[in-house]
């Protein structure tokens, strides 16, 4: 079983069933300060089963750097078992099952690092994480030349 997943700004529905992904972001977030706000946070895991597998359920969670944890989803044996007889029946290596949240707002209490964990037969594994830095402040003058530099003495 391989699960990928990443933080975003948006995931629209689309009528025709396909899915838009907005705003895909890095590992390193800097913001200015804390606490603050995401206008929008959202969470993808796509998760990819091997036939030959058969999970209990699949459990989706997002942990924050400040001690909160929020449920994202979940896949149970019923959608799991019809994912995997889904892709035997379209003659499919693997099933595929997908997990996605979103926030909007969503309160950034302090720096550090939040992820989204599936828990699979008991099991946690990390999917996706989004470090939460503080922004460096810019230098507000250049340094001086050294053409300009005193001599030393």
Do not use: H
């Not at 390193?28 to 058969?54: C, H, T, W």
């Not at 359920?57 to 995997?84: C, H, N, Q």
């Not at 996605?100 to 099991?123: C, H, I, K, N, S």
């Amino acid at each position: 079983m391989k699960i990928v997943g990443f933080f975003c700004e948006d995931i629209r529905q689309e009528t025709t069933g396909t899915e838009t992904i907005v705003g895909a972001l890095p590992d390193n977030m800097n913001v200015p300060s804390v606490p603050g706000i995401f206008s929008k946070l959202a969470v993808y895991l796509r998760v990819q089963i091997d036939l030959n597998e058969a999970p209990d359920s699949i459990i989706a969670t997002l942990k924050t750097p400040w001690g909160e944890t929020f449920k994202l989803g979940e896949a149970d044996k019923k959608i799991l078992d019809e994912a995997l007889q889904g892709a035997k029946d379209s003659n499919l290596p693997i099933a595929g099952v997908v997990i996605r949240a979103l926030f909007a707002p969503f309160p950034v209490q302090d720096y550090g690092l939040m992820t989204a964990v599936a828990e699979v037969g008991g099991v946690e594994r990390v999917c996706a994480l989004l470090n939460i830095k503080p922004t460096t402040p810019a230098p507000t003058a250049s340094a001086q030349p050294a053409s300009q530099s005193q001599p030393a003495s």
